[in-house]
């Protein structure tokens, strides 16, 4: 029960799209990521997500619409829609995100870019 630095924390890696676990709540995983560029076009049938922009503008790719979440701002992903994370002009964006341990990386989705693992800073 000790408070947690988000900006020291984001300082211990430096891997784009390899989120990081700095805490539970429950059994929701609260996590830190650094994103650049666009991800992979997912779903999570019954898990929603929550992401915190901390730095930089991001924006949600859904298949009718984008939305853009700017620093300082959230968004809440519901279970079942498609979703795809991405950034802009080549800035790397950091994120908080909350959402259940069991929640797979990119759903049903097997890319290079999925992790299977969540390294606990």
């Known amino acids: ?19 990081h676990q700095i805490a539970t709540v ?6 830190l990521a650094k994103i650049q560029g666009e991800f992979v076009w997912h779903v999570h049938e019954n898990e929603d997500e ?39 002009n080549g800035e790397e964006v950091h994120l908080l ?6 929640t797979a990386h990119t759903g049903d989705v097997k890319h290079e870019m999925t992790q299977s693992h969540y390294p606990k800073i």
């Open 1 to 19: 029960m000790k408070p947690i630095n988000l900006n020291e924390k984001h300082t211990l890696f430096s891997k784009q799209w390899h989120p």
């Open 97 to 102: 995100l909350f959402e259940k341990q069991n």
């Open 26 to 31: 429950d059994d929701m995983q609260v996590i």
């Open 50 to 88: 929550l992401f915190q922009v901390l730095k930089g503008t991001h924006y949600m790719q859904f298949r009718d619409r984008t939305e853009v979440v700017n620093e300082g701002e959230i968004i809440v992903v519901p279970k079942g829609v498609e979703h795809n994370p991405m950034t802009k």
